[in-house]
């Protein structure tokens, strides 16, 4: 009888009772001299049990060598065998004895190994002059030995193969061997689904990487791709925008990314690589379909998503893509000429360098001859080159809002989306592009008029001194994208849920003239906080906020006119007046403050139209005594003069910064002669109008700054207006 059958007869008669049948087995290989009634088959596997890759440990082994003879076959034998105990090291090409003594003087190489497998209690290990025995404490420890042993073996054999070949059939059968090995395998450790894509990643320049997607496919639906892979997949989708890996397997990978990624910090090549696929996909035909529809999977049919990753790492992804965009925009104005050539399929991207240069196009990707260009170009018109013109720029925004919007749609998701962009998490150029603010204006009213209060809430600032998205898109800011119906919206919303509190009402006497705007275009919550301001007597903190406004000159005044101006702002609509005179009935002295006749000092809120200034004026009659108008910054044009020639008393106009041109300044120059401040700073007036003011004996001061005036005509206005004292024509002609 041989070696192996003595092996095996013996072991499985005297099996250590501790070896259960229920250990995990696989099929075992036995020599062609072993007879069939000589080696039973082994116990059924009644359950997978997972195991720990091994790279070192203590284990018994014997080495058993080939002989002819009678007596080596004895010696060889059960009972005459020599055990020895090694402390193994399972390298990358050998086994290895930290002692090299004995049966491992020499270390066993991997290509050395005609056969691995297990013999009941041992691991049997063919080599040219025999066999080694390894015999483990119990079953466990033997079978990740005899797994281990496998995986090594065959990792070593598949970096021999992929070096030496470059047959693509080749390498495509090799990496579809080591794919169903790492798939099957019961070990379990990271580098086990890792090693598959090292080896992968040498292949990238000689195998096509459509070919190498298919083979990698049951791989990828278990383990995030590579960095090479990342890189390889972003380049396919750049390349290829309309292969059928986008909307096939790149969808089940990018699905898997975001549901089990941890941190894009630690992983920038793999969002990059979903930055890319959601681009590409953004260009087909479907592209908003598309995007929202991969989206709502992502989500899943319930309810609830039931993957708390993929949330924060759609926005992740959104939050880096925005921020590349202007990144983008900033370093091609500094750098124009260095610039002009990137394509939009290699944006900036402020956390890798690298990404700004081209990827080398693949050998079988890449375009020859003539049919290069027209290939480029092709990609050029739909998926790249966003550098090339605003238009693509937008194009690009609406792609990464669209997420955004469609994520905003989920109830589940609204809460964590809120609470990812309370903190306005995007660049200030953002905040002013119109494109951004229009798309991001539905996510934020979604958001703000949301019932629930840990949502609305979102919208107010972080943190005591921060302002939030109410602040962004109030009325008097420049990131405003509509009239304020949404900020009056969200703003209904606050006081009809939880704000209705003196801390939150004392905070909004900041945005006075934001209320007092759409108090104006008759929104009742505006109205609503207006009267409850005067009501509980909050007005101190926006009256020294006014009192730096740029109507200067107004200051003290201002300050203690600031309700009687509320009061005639709440007058001037039908609904504002009711809210107001219900008040008076309940506070004495707002009564007394409305006996006082009208302001004698009045400021609109930027971005008022001369619509507004026409509601102001006349239906509200309690402005005979008014003063000192200040219009600065508010978007009137020459269209309110014949307005503003109703108020006799008015002795300061402040125009700076609006478009009231010439023909005004000619109206108002034959009726407010007792005006004697008159500040027209950064107006379209000319020479024409100007001249006009010849016969406004009254003015004292008049400030011309950045206007077209020209030398003669401030020469005919000094010399035609004998009481002017101060007269600023800086960054004229005339200066």
Request: charged share 20%; with cysteine.
């Given at each position: 009888?041989?070696?192996?059958?003595?092996?095996?007869?013996?072991?499985?008669?005297?099996?250590?009772?501790?070896?259960?049948?229920?250990?995990?087995?696989?099929?075992?290989?036995?020599?062609?001299?072993?007879?069939?009634?000589?080696?039973?088959?082994?116990?059924?596997?009644?359950?997978?049990?997972?195991?720990?890759?091994?790279?070192?440990?203590?284990?018994?082994?014997?080495?058993?060598?080939?002989?002819?003879?009678?007596?080596?076959?004895?010696?060889?034998?059960?009972?005459?065998?020599?055990?020895?105990?090694?402390?193994?090291?399972?390298?990358?090409?050998?086994?290895?004895?930290?002692?090299?003594?004995?049966?491992?003087?020499?270390?066993?190489?991997?290509?050395?190994?005609?056969?691995?497998?297990?013999?009941?209690?041992?691991?049997?290990?063919?080599?040219?002059?025999?066999?080694?025995?390894?015999?483990?404490?119990?079953?466990?420890?033997?079978?990740?030995?005899?797994?281990?042993?496998?995986?090594?073996?065959?990792?070593?054999?598949?970096?021999?193969?992929?070096?030496?070949?470059?047959?693509?059939?080749?390498?495509?059968?090799?990496?579809?061997?080591?794919?169903?090995?790492?798939?099957?395998?019961?070990?379990?450790?990271?580098?086990?689904?890792?090693?598959?894509?090292?080896?992968?990643?040498?292949?990238?320049?000689?195998?096509?990487?459509?070919?190498?997607?298919?083979?990698?496919?049951?791989?990828?639906?278990?383990?995030?791709?590579?960095?090479?892979?990342?890189?390889?997949?972003?380049?396919?989708?750049?390349?290829?925008?309309?292969?059928?890996?986008?909307?096939?397997?790149?969808?089940?990978?990018?699905?898997?990314?975001?549901?089990?990624?941890?941190?894009?910090?630690?992983?920038?090549?793999?969002?990059?690589?979903?930055?890319?696929?959601?681009?590409?996909?953004?260009?087909?035909?479907?592209?908003?379909?598309?995007?929202?529809?991969?989206?709502?999977?992502?989500?899943?049919?319930?309810?609830?998503?039931?993957?708390?990753?993929?949330?924060?790492?759609?926005?992740?992804?959104?939050?880096?893509?925005?921020?590349?965009?202007?990144?983008?925009?900033?370093?091609?104005?500094?750098?124009?000429?260095?610039?002009?050539?990137?394509?939009?399929?290699?944006?900036?991207?402020?956390?890798?360098?690298?990404?700004?240069?081209?990827?080398?196009?693949?050998?079988?990707?890449?375009?020859?001859?003539?049919?290069?260009?027209?290939?480029?170009?092709?990609?050029?018109?739909?998926?790249?080159?966003?550098?090339?013109?605003?238009?693509?720029?937008?194009?690009?925004?609406?792609?990464?809002?669209?997420?955004?919007?469609?994520?905003?749609?989920?109830?589940?998701?609204?809460?964590?989306?809120?609470?990812?962009?309370?903190?306005?998490?995007?660049?200030?150029?953002?905040?002013?592009?119109?494109?951004?603010?229009?798309?991001?204006?539905?996510?934020?009213?979604?958001?703000?008029?949301?019932?629930?209060?840990?949502?609305?809430?979102?919208?107010?600032?972080?943190?005591?001194?921060?302002?939030?998205?109410?602040?962004?898109?109030?009325?008097?800011?420049?990131?405003?994208?509509?009239?304020?119906?949404?900020?009056?919206?969200?703003?209904?919303?606050?006081?009809?849920?939880?704000?209705?509190?003196?801390?939150?009402?004392?905070?909004?006497?900041?945005?006075?003239?934001?209320?007092?705007?759409?108090?104006?275009?008759?929104?009742?919550?505006?109205?609503?906080?207006?009267?409850?301001?005067?009501?509980?007597?909050?007005?101190?903190?926006?009256?020294?906020?006014?009192?730096?406004?740029?109507?200067?000159?107004c200051g003290a005044e201002e300050r203690n006119s600031l309700p009687l101006q509320i009061a005639t702002t709440l007058q001037s609509t039908?609904?504002?007046?009711?809210?107001?005179?219900?008040?008076?009935?309940?506070?004495?002295?707002?009564?007394?403050?409305?006996?006082?006749?009208?302001?004698?000092?009045?400021?609109?809120?930027?971005?008022?139209?001369?619509?507004?200034?026409?509601?102001?004026?006349?239906?509200?009659?309690?402005?005979?005594?008014?003063?000192?108008?200040?219009?600065?910054?508010?978007?009137?044009?020459?269209?309110?003069?014949?307005?503003?020639?109703?108020?006799?008393?008015?002795?300061?106009?402040?125009?700076?910064?609006?478009?009231?041109?010439?023909?005004?300044?000619?109206?108002?120059?034959?009726?407010?002669?007792?005006?004697?401040?008159?500040?027209?700073?950064?107006?379209?007036?000319?020479?024409?109008?100007?001249?006009?003011?010849?016969?406004?004996?009254?003015?004292?001061?008049?400030?011309?700054?950045?206007?077209?005036?020209?030398?003669?005509?401030?020469?005919?206005?000094?010399?035609?207006?004998?009481?002017?004292?101060?007269?600023?024509?800086?960054?004229?002609?005339?200066?």
């Amino acid at each position: 009888m041989a070696v192996e059958d003595q092996t095996t007869t013996t072991t499985h008669n005297g099996q250590d009772p501790k070896f259960s049948s229920s250990s995990l087995v696989v099929p075992q290989t036995h020599s062609s001299e072993a007879p069939a009634e000589s080696s039973p088959a082994p116990p059924p596997v009644l359950h997978r049990r997972f195991l720990k890759l091994l790279s070192e440990g203590d284990i018994q082994l014997c080495r058993v060598t080939h002989s002819g003879t009678v007596i080596g076959k004895i010696l060889s034998s059960k009972f005459l065998r020599r055990w020895e105990t090694h402390h193994l090291y399972l390298n990358d090409a050998q086994i290895s004895s930290k002692t090299p003594s004995g049966f491992m003087e020499e270390s066993t190489p991997y290509s050395s190994m005609k056969e691995i497998s297990l013999v009941h209690c041992l691991i049997r290990i063919v080599l040219p002059e025999g066999c080694l025995l390894l015999q483990a404490n119990n079953a466990y420890v033997r079978d990740q030995w005899y797994h281990s042993i496998i995986w090594k073996k065959n990792l070593f054999r598949y970096h021999q193969i992929t070096r030496r070949t470059t047959r693509q059939e080749v390498l495509l059968k090799e990496v579809k061997s080591m794919v169903e090995l790492a798939t099957s395998t019961p070990l379990q450790d990271h580098c086990i689904a890792q090693a598959p894509f090292q080896v992968i990643s040498s292949l990238l320049s000689t195998v096509s990487v459509k070919d190498l997607l298919l083979t990698l496919s049951p791989l990828l639906e278990r383990q995030p791709p590579s960095r090479e892979m990342c890189t390889a997949f972003s380049r396919h989708c750049r390349l290829h925008p309309r292969s059928s890996l986008v909307r096939g397997l790149f969808t089940s990978v990018v699905h898997r990314i975001l549901k089990h990624n941890v941190d894009f910090g630690k992983n920038p090549f793999m969002r990059r690589f979903v930055h890319d696929y959601i681009r590409v996909l953004y260009a087909h035909n479907d592209g908003p379909q598309a995007v929202r529809d991969f989206v709502r999977n992502a989500h899943g049919e319930g309810s609830a998503c039931p993957h708390p990753r993929v949330l924060p790492n759609l926005v992740a992804v959104c939050l880096a893509a925005v921020f590349s965009i202007y990144e983008y925009r900033r370093r091609r104005q500094r750098h124009p000429s260095d610039w002009v050539n990137i394509q939009a399929n290699h944006p900036v991207d402020h956390n890798e360098d690298k990404m700004t240069q081209s990827p080398p196009v693949l050998p079988d990707e890449r375009p020859t001859s003539s049919a290069s260009h027209d290939h480029r170009q092709k990609i050029n018109n739909k998926t790249s080159n966003i550098g090339s013109s605003s238009n693509n720029n937008i194009w690009d925004m609406q792609c990464y809002l669209a997420i955004i919007k469609t994520a905003c749609e989920f109830e589940d998701w609204r809460p964590g989306l809120a609470q990812l962009l309370q903190p306005v998490p995007f660049p200030d150029e953002a905040l002013v592009d119109d494109v951004f603010i229009k798309g991001m204006g539905i996510v934020v009213g979604a958001i703000g008029t949301d019932p629930r209060c840990a949502v609305h809430q979102c919208v107010l600032g972080i943190r005591e001194g921060k302002e939030g998205w109410f602040h962004v898109i109030c009325p008097s800011s420049a990131a405003c994208s509509d009239d304020g119906s949404l900020w009056a919206s969200i703003l209904k919303t606050l006081l009809d849920c939880c704000c209705r509190r003196k801390a939150f009402l004392a905070s909004m006497t900041k945005l006075v003239g934001a209320c007092q705007l759409l108090a104006l275009r008759d929104h009742s919550s505006a109205q609503e906080t207006l009267c409850l301001m005067l009501e509980w007597n909050l007005l101190e903190v926006a009256d020294e906020n006014n009192s730096s406004h740029p109507s200067g000159g107004c200051g003290a005044e201002e300050r203690n006119s600031l309700p009687l101006q509320i009061a005639t702002t709440l007058q001037s609509t039908e609904s504002g007046r009711r809210l107001y005179f219900e008040l008076c009935d309940r506070q004495l002295h707002l009564k007394e403050l409305q006996q006082k006749g009208g302001p004698k000092k009045l400021t609109l809120p930027n971005r008022s139209t001369d619509e507004d200034l026409s509601k102001l004026l006349l239906n509200c009659g309690s402005l005979g005594n008014l003063e000192c108008l200040s219009l600065a910054f508010t978007q009137v044009t020459s269209a309110c003069a014949q307005h503003l020639i109703k108020l006799p008393s008015l002795r300061y106009l402040n125009l700076w910064s609006t478009q009231f041109g010439d023909a005004g300044l000619q109206l108002i120059s034959e009726h407010l002669h007792k005006l004697q401040v008159l500040n027209l700073c950064e107006t379209p007036v000319t020479d024409k109008g100007l001249a006009c003011l010849a016969s406004m004996k009254s003015l004292r001061k008049l400030n011309l700054n950045s206007t077209t005036l020209s030398v003669s005509t401030f020469e005919k206005l000094k010399q035609k207006l004998p009481s002017l004292q101060e007269c600023d024509v800086r960054y004229t002609d005339a200066w």
